[in-house]
């Protein structure tokens, strides 16, 4: 809901239930907002790390609103990023960002004047923003030889980031295809254009990264397993920290 900030509210709002399957009893209520924000940037990465070069040290983050902070901390800790070249429309976001991370020591915030400079000599692409619309944000003049491109933001049936040349040109990995094809970047393209489950390369049945010349795309649109994953690991949490109060919801 990106008029939320308007109104002095989240742009993701999110509850989730966890339930017993055989059941239907619900063992679990919590918020999701937080939860959300943290399993998007743990997939973001996990992806990175099969199909990004090795090697890789900079990253342009295109759109700076909250999830920016968390893709920016994970990708700094677990992937190495020690540069990231920011851009936002609204340049007070690309500040709070840039305020946000700066206790994070070797983690260098550059804030651009646009996502063509932002992009400039990067060995990763995240795109994150927020308006639902048909939006053309990268496009191939900006995608140098070897980059890999972490699409995020183009999440919805109408909301596209990526330029349909681009996709054509590299390897497209996905959470769930079925969902992917009506919600992400490749619902430009046709319903029998090849792409790659990212679970096979995860599990080592297919090779990710093929060579350092090639352009890789994870087309993120979140999947409801990450959210079941992400709620089951909180339910594990409240109990280990004895953590949460019992409501008489049924």
């Not at 940037?41 to 099969?50: C, G, N, R």
């Not at 550059?110 to 990268?138: L, M, P, R």
């Not at 489950?197 to 080592?204: G, I, R, S, T």
Request: aromatic share 6%; hydrophobic share 40%.
């Amino acid at each position: 809901h990106p008029d939320n900030a308007k109104h002095n509210l989240l742009t993701v709002m999110a509850f989730g239930v966890l339930a017993d399957v055989e059941t239907g009893y619900p063992l679990l209520l919590s918020e999701l907002t937080l939860t959300t924000a943290i399993r998007t940037a743990a997939a973001s990465v996990a992806a990175a790390k099969v199909l990004a070069r090795p090697d890789s040290q900079k990253m342009a983050l295109i759109g700076n609103g909250c999830q920016s902070d968390f893709q920016a901390i994970a990708f700094h800790h677990l992937l190495g990023i020690n540069e990231i070249r920011c851009f936002d429309v609204d340049p007070t976001a690309s500040e709070k960002l840039k305020a946000n991370l700066a206790g994070y020591p070797g983690l260098n915030i550059i804030i651009c004047d646009s996502a063509a400079e932002a992009t400039q000599g990067v060995d990763i692409i995240t795109t994150v923003t927020a308006d639902k619309k048909y939006a053309t944000i990268i496009t191939p003049d900006m995608v140098e030889t070897g980059v890999h491109i972490n699409g995020v933001g183009g999440d919805c049936p109408g909301k596209t980031e990526i330029a349909k040349e681009v996709l054509l040109d590299a390897n497209i990995y996905v959470e769930y295809e079925p969902q992917t094809r009506i919600e992400g970047d490749i619902q430009q393209l046709p319903s029998n254009h090849p792409v790659f489950d990212l679970w096979k390369v995860l599990a080592e049945k297919i090779v990710g990264r093929e060579s350092d010349e090639q352009v890789t795309v994870f087309d993120s649109v979140g999947f409801a397993l990450e959210d079941f994953s992400a709620l089951s690991y909180v339910h594990q949490l409240t109990k280990e920290y004895n953590e949460g109060v019992t409501i008489d919801l049924i």
